[in-house]
């Protein structure tokens, strides 16, 4: 069993700034892929931004320039940090990691269960 627990969400005033986390826990063999998603009321979830385990990084072109993903391999962590928030970056964050766990074969995806992000004006 894997356990994804998210925290960092809130309010803030558009053009500052927040830090996302995200820790898995459980029977982890080893991670691949480390994202993160947004929904936004009434919108399909989309990508925000993903980073591989080796290193390799891909963002949405609405946050490219503002917002950053890294991950701490070593406490199976994965952060975003947001800068320069717009309204239009408020969303329920969800973080979405790969997950081979040691207890069967295969890879397997894990959701967090949302963080909502709020930017007011």
């Known amino acids: 069993q894997v356990q994804l627990v998210e925290s960092g969400g809130g309010l803030v005033q558009a053009g500052g700034s927040l830090r996302l986390s995200c820790a898995a826990s459980?029977?982890?063999?080893?991670?691949?892929?480390m994202g993160w998603y947004r929904q936004a009321p009434g919108m399909q979830r989309e990508l925000v931004a993903a980073?591989?385990?080796?290193?390799?990084?891909n963002y949405a072109d609405s946050v490219k320039g503002r917002f950053t993903i890294s991950r701490d391999n070593a406490k199976n962590t994965v952060y975003l940090q947001m800068n320069s928030l717009k309204l239009e970056d408020t969303a329920v964050y969800y973080c979405r990691v790969e997950v081979r766990p040691t207890t069967r074969p295969g890879d397997y995806i894990y959701w967090g269960q949302g963080t909502q992000v709020t930017v007011s004006s």
């Open positions: 459980g029977s982890i063999f080893s991670i691949s892929a």
């Open positions: 980073i591989r385990s080796g290193g390799p990084t």
